[in-house]
């Protein structure tokens, strides 16, 4: 078994035969009846009872998805929101999707240099030393971190393990929203602020390839810009890239797939609201796992017809 998580994500595609990525941005609003009444019932309406509801959905989407995608990536900020206990479902939700065979991206859009870096390393992906020296304590568990690499290098170096491809980041590039425009669409040089952060990808990333030819210096280019997510791929031929931006942010499938490489891989393409809302306004005694699964063979085969 490789490595390398990008050689790992993958050998994941191939074998669900599926690009998607499932976000697990748990929010009140978007609960199954049967998961807020149970919790209401065990633990009451406050912060407590939330994060049991969180953690009981949580595991109901991974049961539904685990097998019919590669990769899972929480929202970190629909987490810390609820504090230490919110916390806590963010680490069981890692902790669960890994048992159950699935790739864990952290969404936190880290970013610092140095010490401060290297600590959202060590929290996120390969954690952090004990009091003894040969003692290395868990972190989150997660295979990949989302970064703002804005700050050059100095901020992305240090999230990175050494010899690479332990664990990987995906550097903003092109992001989905519309105002992404204001800044990385920009002029600058012979292209555009995206470009030049585009290169510094590559070649970042260049002598870190996993045995599929990708590194674990990823990208995130929005399925909202599929012309963009062309040029990118010419300049970022080696980076895998993390496509937000389909579905409910109105992105096709066809839009998402833009970024593909020649070898028909290289995307993953994230859904949240459209996989993780669709049990939500069930009958309280329907099972909303199978309204999620379902949704998520739906934007699988979506996928699969525009390739």
């Given at each position: 078994?490789?490595?390398?998580?990008?050689?790992?994500?993958?050998?994941?595609?191939?074998?669900?035969?599926?690009?998607?990525?499932?976000?697990?941005?748990?929010?009140?609003?978007?609960?199954?009846?049967?998961?807020?009444?149970?919790?209401?019932?065990?633990?009451?309406?406050?912060?407590?009872?939330?994060?049991?509801?969180?953690?009981?959905?949580?595991?109901?989407?991974?049961?539904?998805?685990?097998?019919?995608?590669?990769?899972?990536?929480?929202?970190?900020?629909?987490?810390?929101?609820?504090?230490?206990?919110?916390?806590?479902?963010?680490?069981?939700?890692?902790?669960?999707?890994?048992?159950?065979?699935?790739?864990?991206?952290?969404?936190?859009?880290?970013?610092?240099?140095?010490?401060?870096?290297?600590?959202?390393?060590?929290?996120?992906?390969?954690?952090?030393?004990?009091?003894?020296?040969?003692c290395v304590l868990a972190g989150a568990g997660a295979d990949w971190l989302t970064v703002n690499g804005y700050l050059g290098a100095d901020g992305v170096r240090p999230m990175l393990d050494d010899p690479p491809g332990a664990h990987g980041v995906f550097v903003l590039v092109k992001t989905s929203n519309p105002g992404s425009a204001e800044l990385q669409g920009q002029p600058s040089g012979e292209g555009s602020v995206m470009e030049v952060m585009a290169r510094l990808v590559a070649g970042w990333g260049h002598d870190r390839l996993g045995q599929?030819?990708?590194?674990?210096?990823?990208?995130?280019?929005?399925?909202?810009?599929?012309?963009?997510?062309?040029?990118?791929?010419?300049?970022?031929?080696?980076?895998?890239?993390?496509?937000?931006?389909?579905?409910?942010?109105?992105?096709?499938?066809?839009?998402?797939?833009?970024?593909?490489?020649?070898?028909?891989?290289?995307?993953?393409?994230?859904?949240?609201?459209?996989?993780?809302?669709?049990?939500?306004?069930?009958?309280?005694?329907?099972?909303?796992?199978?309204?999620?699964?379902?949704?998520?063979?739906?934007?699988?085969?979506?996928?699969?017809?525009?390739?």
């Open positions: 078994m490789t490595n390398h998580c990008a050689d790992r994500l993958l050998a994941a595609c191939e074998r669900t035969q599926s690009l998607a990525c499932v976000g697990l941005d748990p929010r009140v609003g978007l609960l199954p009846e049967a998961v807020r009444q149970q919790a209401l019932a065990a633990a009451g309406g406050g912060r407590e009872g939330v994060c049991a509801a969180f953690q009981a959905f949580n595991r109901g989407i991974i049961s539904a998805v685990a097998g019919r995608c590669p990769v899972i990536k929480p929202q970190v900020a629909c987490y810390e929101a609820y504090g230490s206990a919110g916390m806590a479902v963010l680490e069981d939700t890692i902790a669960t999707a890994r048992a159950a065979g699935l790739e864990v991206i952290a969404d936190g859009k880290r970013n610092d240099i140095g010490s401060t870096a290297t600590h959202y390393r060590e929290a996120w992906l390969s954690g952090p030393p004990g009091l003894d020296e040969e599929c030819g990708l590194s674990d210096i990823g990208a995130v280019v929005g399925a909202t810009w599929p012309d963009e997510a062309r040029r990118l791929r010419e300049i970022m031929p080696e980076t895998l890239f993390l496509v937000p931006g389909y579905g409910a942010q109105g992105g096709s499938a066809a839009d998402a797939l833009a970024g593909l490489r020649s070898q028909g891989d290289g995307v993953i393409i994230n859904a949240s609201r459209s996989i993780i809302g669709a049990g939500c306004g069930l009958d309280p005694a329907a099972d909303w796992r199978e309204a999620i699964a379902a949704a998520l063979e739906a934007m699988n085969a979506d996928i699969a017809s525009a390739r």
